[in-house]
């Protein structure tokens, strides 16, 4: 090789090592000023559902916290993955953001195809905060006053009673058919569109039971519109006191709560990370957003990043088992 042949090849071989380098550099760069503008926080369902009421709860403090205003941006559509997949598509620099619940690992599975997965493409912020799971409610016409006496009745009956299901993967999906498969029972499960036609259809006594966000519950079972049979989550929640959880009726181990957590798109700077997931510490443990969250009906949690990442995979796991049972079932 000749020496201006030998010098060609080096500098081809910088110019490519300077092309990987200096998108690191600039990424690294960009970490370090971060945040030096607005940050988009896209909520996949829409305006004053629950997502969206928790993240307004926190941005005030958090955008304090930052020195950068968090803009809320809803993206709705099936079932919060047309928001979602969105998110996946944009650059992991810190200035885009996903806030979402406990649908974010349970739906996917439930789809052939989604256009992401929950665990590998994102980067994992924290599980912000969670409910103390969803109030079992049946019409008053159902006679059964406890979750013995209902399970007792859907065994008489096989097939005959019916819960409403807002959507595969959903906090009225996953519980019921977790009751299902620990008390032997065949209930019937009838699609809805949305949480409030489920309401009315069970008010109106069209359908018999329904598991739903315990704040919605509540202003029903006061009216006595609609019968709280038991609370999903392992603490009972002090809206409904009196009303014991499925785990205190007997189903051992029983305890599914909906919670609320923030991602970047995966490959964000761990420094941002870090940044990021501080700023939500600090917003749940302010007085003001606390309040909020008593009246909303929730705990402040913040995990940390790498403990949040694998109890996303945990949770996506517990999905996928739900799904492969109930495909091999309509498959017999």
């Not at 953001?97 to 980067?123: E, N, Q, R």
């Not at 409030?196 to 006061?222: K, S, Y």
């Not at 049979?229 to 499925?246: C, E, F, K, M, N």
Request: with cysteine; charged share 15%; hydrophobic share 45%.
């Amino acid at each position: 090789m000749t020496f201006t042949r030998r010098m060609l090849v080096q500098m081809v071989a910088l110019v490519g090592i300077g092309a990987i380098a200096c998108p690191l550099a600039a990424q690294v760069a960009g970490a370090k000023d971060w945040p030096n503008r607005p940050i988009r926080v896209i909520v996949p369902s829409p305006p004053g559902g629950p997502p969206d009421l928790v993240l307004r709860a926190l941005t005030p403090r958090m955008s304090a916290v930052l020195g950068q205003p968090l803009v809320v941006e809803n993206r709705a559509g099936a079932g919060g993955m047309v928001g979602t997949a969105y998110l996946v598509r944009l650059p992991a620099d810190g200035y885009s953001a996903l806030f979402t619940t406990a649908s974010h690992a349970a739906i996917p599975p439930f789809h052939d195809s989604v256009g992401y997965d929950p665990v590998k493409d994102f980067t994992h912020v924290t599980l912000a905060a969670q409910n103390f799971g969803q109030a079992l409610v049946v019409h008053p016409a159902v006679p059964a006053k406890n979750l013995a006496e209902l399970v007792a009745l859907a065994r008489q009956t096989p097939g005959k009673l019916t819960y409403a299901n807002a959507g595969l993967g959903t906090a009225s999906h996953i519980p019921a058919e977790m009751m299902k498969a620990m008390t032997g029972t065949d209930i019937l499960s009838v699609p809805y569109k949305a949480i409030p036609e489920a309401i009315n259809d069970l008010i109106g006594g069209r359908i018999d039971m329904f598991f739903v966000g315990t704040q919605i519950a509540l202003q029903h079972v006061q009216a006595g519109r609609l019968r709280a049979i038991g609370i999903t989550g392992a603490r009972r929640w002090q809206g409904l006191a009196d009303v014991p959880t499925l785990q205190e009726q007997g189903l051992a181990g029983f305890n599914a709560v909906n919670w609320f957590g923030l991602w970047l798109p995966a490959g964000a700077p761990p420094e941002i990370v870090a940044r990021l997931y501080a700023a939500v510490r600090e917003a749940i443990a302010d007085a003001e957003v606390r309040k909020q969250f008593d009246t909303l009906g929730l705990e402040g949690v913040g995990m940390p990043p790498d403990a949040f990442e694998k109890f996303v995979a945990s949770e996506a796991k517990g999905a996928y088992e739900i799904a492969s049972r109930l495909k091999a079932g309509a498959q017999k």
